[in-house]
C-alpha cells in the first residue's frame, strides 16, 4: 500500500534562532514506492550476506529517514569484508531511475577488524521528470577497519534526491566520504559518524555544481567519543542562476574526547546575485581539551582575478566557467578510482558515459 510521510530531516543537533529556518528542513508527502533499479559489482574479499547486525548508527538526516526505509519495505544490500581483509578493487553500485520513479535503496557497510574497502556509488537517471531517489547507507568500521565511500549524485533536473549517510568508528578505524552533488532539482543530504573509539577518524570531502533554480540541504555531523578523535569536513561549491544552498557542519565534542581535534571549512564561489548561500558551522564542546576549527570563505572572484584573466584572452564568463570546474576538480582528486573520475569529469564536459 502507498503511504505518503511527512519528514523533518537535517535537524541541528543544538538549535540556533528560529527566524533564520535553518534548524531544519520539512518535506511534505514524501512517497518511496518501492526499491531502485541497480546493479552491483563486488569485488574478491566483499561478501553480500543476507542480513548483518549491525549496531544502532543514526544518519545525518535523522530519523525521519529510517521511517521511510522502513514505510517502503525494500531490502537492506548488505557489503562484508571479514578481518584483515583489503577488498580488491572498489563495490560498484549503479542506481538508475526513471523520470517518474519514487524509489528508495538501503545498503550497509560493515568492514571488520583491520580490512580495508572502498564504495562507489552513482546515481544517475533520464528524462525531466518530478521523480525521488532516496538512499540510505549505514557504515561500521571495526577496530583498525578503513571504509571509503564515494557517492556522486548526476541525476536529472527534475528530480528530488534524499541521500542519508550514517556511521560509527571503533578504536583506530577511519571513514572517508566524499560527496559530489551535479545534477538533481532538489537534494537533501546528511551524514554523522560517530567516532566511538580512540583514535578513530573521520575526512569528508563534498563538492556541488547548482544550476537554474536547484537546491542543496545538508546536514555534516562528527560526533566525537573516543580520546584522540580526529575530524575534517571540506566542502566546496558553486551557485548560480537562483540556486540556493544550506550546508550545516557541527563538530560535537562528548564527555571523554579528550584529545581530539575537529576542523571545518567551505569554500562557496558566487556567480551570480540571484544565488542563495546559508552556511551554518557549529561546534558543540563538552570536554576541555580538545580543538577545534571552521571557517568558510564565500563571494565572487576577485577583481584581480578577472583582470588577470582577461589580460590572457580569458573572457569573464570563461573564467567563472574554469574556476567553477576547478572546485570540483579538487574534490574529485580525492576519489581512489580512475573510473569514476573519469565519469566525473564526463559530467562536468556535458559528456554521458552511458552513449
Known amino acids: 500500500m502507498e503511504q505518503t510521510l511527512n519528514l523533518t530531516i537535517n535537524r541541528l543537533p543544538a538549535l540556533t534562532w528560529h527566524h533564520l529556518g535553518m534548524n531544519q528542513t520539512s518535506l511534505e508527502q514524501v512517497l518511496a514506492e518501492g526499491e531502485g533499479t541497480l546493479t552491483i559489482e563486488t569485488p574478491d574479499g566483499v561478501t553480500q550476506p543476507a542480513q548483518d547486525d549491525l549496531p544502532a548508527i543514526g544518519g545525518g538526516m535523522g530519523p525521519d529517514m529510517d521511517t521511510l526505509v522502513q514505510a517502503a519495505g525494500v531490502p537492506v544490500h548488505h557489503f562484508n569484508v571479514s578481518a584483515g581483509t583489503a577488498a580488491s578493487q572498489p563495490v560498484r553500485v549503479r542506481l538508475t531511475y526513471g523520470p517518474e520513479d519514487k524509489k528508495i535503496n538501503a545498503f550497509t557497510i560493515h568492514a571488520e577488524a583491520e580490512s580495508q574497502v572502498t564504495v562507489l556509488m552513482d546515481y544517475a537517471g533520464e528524462g525531466e521528470g518530478q521523480g525521488l531517489a532516496a538512499i540510505q547507507t549505514k557504515i561500521y568500521a571495526e577496530e583498525g577497519a578503513l571504509v571509503r565511500l564515494v557517492q556522486v549524485q548526476r541525476l ?139 571557517g568558510a570563505t564565500i563571494g565572487k572572484l576577485s577583481e584581480e582575478t578577472l583582470a588577470y584573466m582577461a589580460a590572457r584572452g580569458i573572457p569573464e564568463e570563461t573564467a567563472y566557467e574554469l574556476m567553477a570546474k576547478a572546485r570540483i576538480h579538487r574534490v574529485c582528486e580525492r576519489i581512489p578510482d580512475e573510473a569514476t573520475r573519469q565519469l566525473v569529469e564526463q559530467e562536468l564536459e556535458g559528456g554521458n558515459d552511458d552513449e
Do not use: W
Not at 171 to 195: F, P, R
Not at 211 to 229: C, F, P, Q, V
Open 156 to 294: 536529472p533536473k527534475g528530480v528530488t534526491c534524499l541521500n542519508d549517510v550514517g556511521g560509527r568508528c571503533e578504536s583506530g578505524a577511519k571513514i572517508e566520504v566524499t560527496h559530489l552533488v551535479l545534477g538533481g532539482h532538489a537534494t537533501y543530504q546528511g551524514c554523522q559518524i560517530d567516532l566511538a573509539g580512540h583514535d578513530s577518524a573521520l575526512e569528508t570531502d563534498i563538492g556541488y555544481l547548482l544550476e537554474a533554480g536547484s537546491k542543496l540541504d545538508m546536514n555534516y555531523n562528527a560526533i566525537h567519543r573516543g580520546k584522540k578523535t580526529t575530524s575534517r569536513i571540506d566542502a566546496s561549491g558553486v551557485l548560480k542562476e537562483a540556486a540556493f544552498k544550506l550546508f550545516r557542519g557541527t563538530i560535537d565534542f562528548k564527555h571523554g574526547s579528550a584529545g581530539s581535534v575537529g576542523n571545518e571549512k567551505e569554500d562557496v564561489l558566487l556567480l551570480d546575485d540571484t544565488a542563495i548561500n546559508q552556511t551554518i558551522p557549529l561546534i558543540l564542546c563538552a570536554e576541555e581539551d580538545v580543538q577545534g576549527n571552521h
